[in-house]
């Protein structure tokens, strides 16, 4: 349980470090290309192994390692720039309600247990998840508030989808840090390419920008490392082991965003909060 309790932690400040860099004018592209560059370096340096090119190259996970490291850098920045264009909350639900994608997944091809009571959680927690995060858009003509979300939704779905099949059928136990820290090296490789994006990057490297960078690399590496230490050694079905992370990071988001960036939560936002810690409690005790 300890693991899923970090891993919760880790991905809620990643959306705390987005928002603060947003407060702040950090430069979204440099931020992201630190956070590989740290969370990389935290891979290799925390592991508790010794690694070679050749493992790395042989290694049976590499594949879903090269596409979730690509998926990683654009998700990463469709987020921050969906958060600018279609807002907070629209972000929120699009990630947050792409974990329909490893739950099903997980139940019908993992051939974990299926009971009518479990479809009804599941059917529960997503109706939790949108009624807690959902907001009227203020720029109902803005075409990316359409085109964003649905990629997000897809995307974050396929990354978990394919993070949750490495550590079914790929990964052995003692290799999930080098799978961990390779992806993020994958994914550091690939991450200039967002410079390729837009108009040329003016103060890419300020110091708010180096100190965001920092901070999301340590966490986005956390997230990842334990989600998957969660899937291994957690007694509960993998399908919760996502409802409950993706109930708690909406729940304590809220609480945070309510608490220190004074943000209005509607009568049908506090509904989806309430309905979130119950679902919470049912997953964890069923």
């Not at 920092?214 to 007694?235: C, D, R």
Request: proline share 2%; glycine share 6%.
């Amino acid at each position: 349980m300890i693991f899923l309790l970090l891993s919760i932690l880790c991905s809620t400040s990643i959306y705390l470090i987005f928002k603060l860099s947003e407060v702040y004018k950090a430069n979204l592209k440099g931020i992201i290309i630190i956070n590989y560059f740290v969370a990389t370096l935290t891979g290799f340096a925390s592991g508790n192994f010794s690694v070679s090119h050749t493992q790395i190259i042989q290694a049976e996970w590499l594949p879903i390692a090269a596409i979730v490291g690509f998926l990683f850098v654009v998700m990463f920045y469709l987020i921050g720039l969906s958060s600018q264009k279609a807002g907070m909350s629209v972000t929120a639900i699009a990630t947050r309600m792409s974990m329909i994608f490893p739950v099903f997944f997980s139940m019908f091809l993992f051939s974990e247990t299926i009971t009518p009571m479990k479809i009804l959680l599941v059917i529960v927690t997503l109706s939790a998840v949108f009624m807690a995060i959902y907001r009227k858009p203020k720029q109902q003509n803005n075409t990316l508030f359409f085109i964003l979300p649905f990629i997000l939704f897809v995307g974050s779905g396929s990354v978990d989808t394919l993070v949750k099949t490495a550590q079914h059928i790929y990964i052995p136990e003692n290799e999930t840090a080098l799978f961990s820290s390779s992806l993020f090296g994958i994914s550091l490789i690939l991450s200039p390419l967002l410079l390729l994006i837009g108009e040329k990057d003016k103060h890419l490297f300020s110091l708010k920008t180096l100190i965001g960078g920092v901070a999301l690399g340590a966490v986005n590496f956390g997230s990842l490392y334990f989600i998957i230490e969660a899937l291994n050694k957690s007694n509960i079905d993998s399908s919760f082991v996502y409802g409950i992370n993706n109930l708690a990071i909406v729940t304590i988001t809220h609480t945070a965003g309510f608490f220190l960036f004074k943000e209005h939560l509607s009568r049908l936002n506090k509904t989806g909060l309430i309905l979130s810690l119950i679902c919470i409690l049912l997953l964890l005790s069923y």
